[in-house]
């Protein structure tokens, strides 16, 4: 499982790689929006979290 941790600043690049799996919250950062990770997916959310300028993409 990943989460989006407080070093967010909302820039929206794991959303345009992953809308699946991210988006913007009403505090404008980026959150998970699923409970499971399918295999498919797991490949883009390490291209989002290499692409985050800020690291803020991380493993629970």
């Known amino acids: 499982m990943y ?5 967010c600043i909302g820039c929206g690049w794991c959303v345009s790689l992953c809308p699946d799996v991210f ?3 009403d505090h404008d950062v980026s959150e998970v929006i699923v409970d499971e990770i399918s295999d498919g997916l797991e490949e883009i959310i390490k291209e989002a979290q290499v692409a985050c300028p800020m690291q803020a993409i991380v493993k629970k």
């Not at 989460?3 to 070093?7: A, L, S, Y």
């Open 3 to 7: 989460k989006v941790n407080e070093n």
């Open 23 to 25: 988006q913007i919250n």
